[in-house]
């Protein structure tokens, strides 16, 4: 499909004054004819990986008909295995990096000190892990997404609605999409899937009739479409009613008979941006959409997650290549010539005669006679020279192999150890294990998008008020709950920095091998770990021969969090602070871990002053120190454009204490000057003084800082401001140069 067919999709366009429809799926026949469109256009490209799974799948190189049909049905034509072997490898990588974890993936939670966040954070991530690990169908879906993945060379995870944390995998071929689609998922305008489902699961989709309308479904259509696969008349309310009552009670017989409901589902990007969802039957007969779900997603990346092996040859899905195409020919030609092979050695093994007629071949006999053997009459042993094949081929199927080692990214083990050279036990362990080794670009190809994977997943299931009766809400209530008796409270299982959320990489790239060599040369510099560094370095090595749950038998977790040694430092910073020491901010200080411990220490303070341990006078000398040192962490923080909302929200907290301060401020300023007249009144002469503890330079400091951050707060405002009105202008000039490509189209 070229762009140009792209464009005659019946999507709704652009008025010619611009203006923007309210869908641009008009109705059900438009869905059935672009699902019609995207497949007959990826034909070729669906012939092409059939041939390359049927490789994968042990089919001969030759077709046993036309040999037979050629007389050649003697002929060997076997498939020796050797591309099922390379993906059998190179999965084995794959399977590796999710089993070599403790933890699939690492989160990080807003709520509690900072002590208390890292406690958190590992028990959160270890629940998680705990919940996906026992998904039923989660190694399934992994290893079909894997498969995909390096055998094509994409593969595709999606959410069959907007609420359920559970995904589900599939490939190119199966996730239709226009051919000139970017490799990109927000460049996918629309997508479009055969969906078969059982009339039995169909049913109890729209069993709540009133939620079922809420979320989208048509119920009206969706009965008639039960019906015709149950062969019923849908006009017929007893029939239907009888019908209705044998699919609540999971009736195996009506289950049996009435077989599937072919749907197609589509997934239409709006010009907002946003994605509607939408559902029609794949035989068109349709009346109307079975699913209309508009905007359901906020992004396409919200219900589909590409992992894409490279960009392709020109930047589009359907232009990447996985490990099937690139070892096709090679595998097809070694196959062939192997074939050839022992075709010759059979011939060569074999006596070959001539009969004279064909009465000698019905009076064929062969006698032995003590030490000579006699041919019947009319038959004439022929003295021939049978070529030596392997000669002439292994030289050439020597060079196959190695251009197909060289093509995955594999080791020639045989080149290795024909060296002579001695190796290391490691070493030999990592040549025999070479078949299992991913290439570091893979390994990154792989898990960027895993890592949106997850994120979307976790997102999922700690959002709040996820019901239990929802889709995956008994696995998410699970979660809170096993959380909450491990000490973790709920509000910080929901409240997870979302865009911190990554997989957990493995060590050694898919190869027990090499991580046992990199754990093992992890050891020299043991040394110079502190003592859990080295605790975890020696669980580690004993988790890479046994697993982590055996592990523990050895070398079990340790107990609490551990913090850097700049938590250390930033809590004795806070008492000397309060003592009048002027301490400087190093460059190399990790500012975010003494922002925590300084807005901890302060909060303190400021919880003191509202139970009425200590008086807003006492807490303000305390906290003002304390406060200005913070203002230079954030300083250093501020030309980080990476870390944009993180210096937001510090500098929220800190606001937030300049106004408890200057209320401070304002209280010393009276008690001052209620003091003074005292005095005066005393003596009879005014003095001039200062509050007790703070200095001029110290209140002149506090000033300039309340105006660092109103000028911070105005830059920010200013920032996002200048963004959006970018982005606005970028989204009217997509619109504007849409409209133009449409009239120009149209004229």
């Known amino acids: 499909m070229s762009f140009q067919d792209f464009q005659d999709l019946p999507l709704q366009k652009l008025s010619e004054t611009g203006a923007v429809p309210a869908s641009r799926l008009k109705d059900s026949k438009s869905a059935y004819e672009i699902y019609e469109r995207l497949r007959q256009a990826d034909e070729p490209s669906a012939i ?3 041939r390359v799974q049927s490789m994968f799948d042990g089919s001969p190189p030759y077709d046993d008909v036309a040999l037979r049909n050629a007389g050649q049905a003697f002929r060997c034509n076997l498939n020796f295995g050797n591309a099922e072997a390379y993906l059998e490898s190179a999965m084995s990588a794959y399977i590796d990096l999710i089993h070599s974890v403790e933890r699939l993936v690492s989160v990080e939670t807003t709520v509690g000190e900072l002590e208390q966040r890292q406690q958190w954070n590992a028990v959160i991530s270890e629940e998680i892990t705990r919940v996906v690990r026992e998904w039923p169908k989660f190694n399934h879906a992994y290893l079909n997404l894997c498969n995909h993945f390096v055998a094509h060379g994409v593969g595709i995870s999606y959410f069959d609605d907007d609420i359920d944390w559970r995904w589900q995998s599939t490939g190119i071929g199966d996730i239709l999409i226009p051919q000139q689609t970017p490799a990109s998922e927000s460049d996918i305008e629309v997508a479009c899937a055969r969906r078969p489902i059982s009339v039995n699961h169909l049913y109890q989709k729209i069993q709540d009739e009133e939620s079922a309308t809420a979320i989208g479904w048509n119920v009206a259509e969706v009965k008639r479409a039960i019906s015709k696969a149950c062969s019923i008349s849908s006009d017929d309310s007893r029939n239907w009613e009888k019908l209705a009552a044998d699919l609540k009670n999971n009736d195996l017989y009506s289950g049996a008979k009435s077989a599937l409901v072919r749907m197609i589902h589509l997934w239409v990007q709006e ?14 007969s349709n009346k109307d959409f079975l699913l209309k779900a508009p905007n359901r997603y906020p992004e396409m990346g919200k219900a589909f997650t590409f992992f894409p092996y490279g960009i392709g040859t020109n930047g589009t899905y359907h232009s990447i290549r996985g490990l099937g195409y690139k070892i096709f020919p090679h595998v097809q030609t070694a196959n062939r010539l192997r074939s050839q092979m022992i075709d010759s050695a059979m011939l060569s093994s074999s006596v070959m005669l001539q009969p004279e007629d064909e009465r000698a071949i019905d009076a064929f006999s062969f006698n032995y006679m003590g030490p000579f053997a006699l041919l019947s009459p009319g038959m004439t042993y022929v003295e021939r020279a049978i070529p030596n094949m392997s000669t002439a081929t292994m030289p050439v199927l020597q060079d196959m192999t190695a251009q197909m080692n060289e093509r995955v990214g594999q080791y020639n083990v045989n080149s290795m150890f024909g060296s002579g050279k001695e190796r290391t036990r490691f070493e030999v ?35 709040p008020n996820y019901s239990v009766d929802l889709p995956g809400g008994y696995a998410a209530q699970t979660l ?7 000490g973790v409270p709920p509000e ?31 050891n020299e510099y043991a040394g110079s770990f502190d003592a859990e560094g080295r605790r975890r370095l020696q669980r580690d090595q004993v988790a890479a021969l046994v697993g982590y749950e055996h592990a523990d038998r050895y070398v079990p977790p340790a107990d609490g969090p551990r913090l850097p040694i700049d938590a250390k430092l930033a809590q004795l910073e806070n008492d ?27 909060n303190t303070r400021v919880a003191a002053v509202e139970q009425g341990q200590m008086s807003l006078e006492d807490a303000t000398r ?25 210096v937001s929200n510090y500098r929220d907290q800190l606001k937030s204490f300049g106004e408890i301060l200057n209320n401070g401020l304002k209280a010393i300023q009276k008690q001052e000057k209620e003091a003074a007249a005292a005095q005066e ?42 963004n959006l009105q970018e982005a606005e202008q970028k989204r009217q000039l997509r619109d504007a140069d849409k409209a133009r490509d449409i009239r120009s189209f149209l004229s």
């Open 622 to 646: 305390k906290v003002l120190p304390v406060f200005q040192h913070s203002m230079k962490h954030l300083e250093n923080m501020q030309s980080d454009t990476a870390i944009t909302e993180l």
């Open 480 to 486: 809170l709950e096993r959380c909450l008796d491990r």
């Open 429 to 463: 362990a990592a040549h025999l294990e070479s078949a299992s080794k991913i290439s570091v670009t893979a390994l990154n190809l792989f898990y960027e998008p895993w890592d949106r994977l997850l994120r979307e997943m976790v997102r999922r299931i700690t959002r």
């Open 681 to 722: 009144e005393a003596a009879g002469a005014p003095e001039q003084g200062t509050p007790d503890g703070l200095t001029p330079e110290m209140i002149a400091k506090l000033s300039e800082h309340r105006l660092k951050l109103k000028m911070m707060e105005e830059q920010h405002q200013m920032k996002m401001a200048i």
């Open 271 to 284: 010009f907002d941006g946003s994605v509607s969802h939408y559902a029609v039957l794949e035989d068109d």
């Open 492 to 522: 910080a299982v929901i409240s997870l920095q979302h865009e911190r959320t990554k997989a957990v990489r493995a060590v050694g790239a898919g190869s027990q091998a090499q991580r046992l060599v990199a754990l093992q040369q992890l």
């Open 48 to 50: 092409n990986r059939a």
């Open 576 to 602: 000397q602070l309060e003592n009048g020491a002027d301490i400087q901010v190093l460059p190399t200080e990790l500012d975010v871990v003494h922002l925590d411990v300084h807005i901890a220490h302060m």
